[in-house]
């Protein structure tokens, strides 16, 4: 099966990752050489836009997403988001678990912010902002459909939507089925309809008649590879994931 894809416009972006905290950071790490030295793990932003009762809730994976939100979205409302993360708050998850083998209560608050759209609606919370919001995993194909579906969101009317995508490494038992070299990151694109010169992307697909060729160990996440790409000058991406054959591209 074939497809032409969907076509969008990024007309504002916000990345955030520990030592990556400046567009001019970002831009010497999109053009620097390949391979890049990985994104190293510790600290998270400071999420200064949302009431410090709110904030703590969030982990690091949380606040890597909502820091790169505020910055993306500013005081725009009514603004539809898809939220995107292939692991989500497994970190969590972990610790829920470990307590329960040692026979401990649940911290209610660690509970609520363990599922996959808790990010999104402490965002909605905190902004009082009851806009359309969707929380999504696929795989190592998250990001691809995450465009997807906001595409979908922009040709069923809406004027915009924001897609937010965080991710952070697998915590232990789970680090052993890494299948690339995990990197904490998170970014945020104002996606439009139509064709905006110097900001205008494409996603097309065609499925793979056979499974995936098993991926490098040291290859960075597919979201990030991606997320090089837009902040960089090459006209293609190409990307195999979920028996797919993902092409990204730019239009002038």
Same mark, same amino acid.
């Given at each position: 099966?074939?497809?032409?894809?969907?076509?969008?416009?990024?007309?504002?972006?916000?990345? =955030?990752?520990?030592? *990556?905290?400046?567009?001019?950071? =970002?831009?010497? =790490?999109?053009?620097?050489?390949?391979?890049? !030295?990985?994104?190293?793990?510790?600290?998270?932003?400071?999420?200064?836009?949302?009431?410090?009762?709110?904030?703590?809730?969030?982990?690091?994976?949380?606040?890597?997403?909502?820091?790169?939100?505020?910055?993306?979205?500013?005081?725009?409302?009514?603004?539809? #988001?898809?939220?995107?993360?292939?692991?989500?708050?497994?970190?969590?998850?972990?610790?829920?678990?470990?307590?329960? $083998?040692?026979?401990?209560?649940?911290?209610?608050?660690?509970?609520?912010?363990?599922?996959?759209?808790?990010?999104?609606?402490?965002?909605?919370?905190?902004?009082?902002?009851? !806009?359309?919001?969707?929380?999504?995993?696929?795989?190592?194909?998250? #990001?691809?459909?995450?465009?997807?579906?906001?595409?979908? #969101? &922009?040709?069923?009317?809406?004027?915009?939507?924001? *897609?937010? $995508?965080?991710?952070?490494? &697998?915590?232990?038992?789970?680090?052993?089925?890494?299948?690339?070299?995990?990197?904490?990151?998170?970014?945020?694109?104002?996606?439009?309809?139509?064709?905006?010169?110097?900001?205008?992307f494409g996603l097309s697909w065609r499925a793979r008649g056979s499974?995936?060729?098993?991926?490098?160990?040291? !290859?960075?996440?597919?979201? *990030?590879?991606?997320?090089?790409?837009? &902040?960089?000058?090459?006209?293609? &991406?190409?990307?195999?994931?979920?028996?797919?054959? =993902?092409?990204?591209?730019?239009?002038?």
């Open positions: 099966m074939r497809t032409d894809g969907v076509r969008f416009s990024i007309v504002k972006h916000a990345a =955030w990752a520990p030592g *990556l905290e400046t567009p001019q950071q =970002w831009q010497a =790490w999109a053009h620097a050489d390949l391979p890049v !030295a990985p994104i190293a793990a510790g600290g998270e932003p400071g999420v200064r836009m949302m009431a410090p009762l709110l904030r703590r809730r969030a982990g690091q994976l949380g606040k890597m997403a909502l820091e790169v939100a505020y910055a993306c979205l500013g005081e725009q409302r009514d603004i539809s #988001l898809v939220f995107c993360s292939r692991h989500g708050e497994v970190a969590r998850a972990v610790e829920l678990l470990s307590a329960l $083998v040692q026979g401990e209560p649940l911290s209610p608050t660690a509970f609520g912010m363990a599922v996959h759209n808790a990010s999104a609606g402490l965002f909605s919370i905190a902004r009082a902002d009851t !806009a359309q919001q969707v929380a999504m995993a696929a795989g190592a194909a998250s #990001l691809e459909a995450a465009v997807i579906e906001a595409c979908a #969101l &922009l040709a069923d009317g809406a004027a915009q939507v924001l *897609l937010v $995508v965080a991710d952070c490494p &697998l915590p232990a038992p789970f680090e052993a089925f890494e299948d690339c070299l995990e990197q904490p990151h998170a970014f945020a694109w104002l996606l439009q309809a139509g064709d905006i010169p110097g900001a205008a499974a995936d060729a098993p991926p490098q160990a040291d !290859a960075m996440p597919g979201s *990030l590879a991606v997320q090089r790409f837009m &902040l960089g000058s090459g006209g293609t &991406l190409e990307h195999a994931a979920n028996r797919q054959h =993902w092409r990204w591209s730019r239009h002038a």
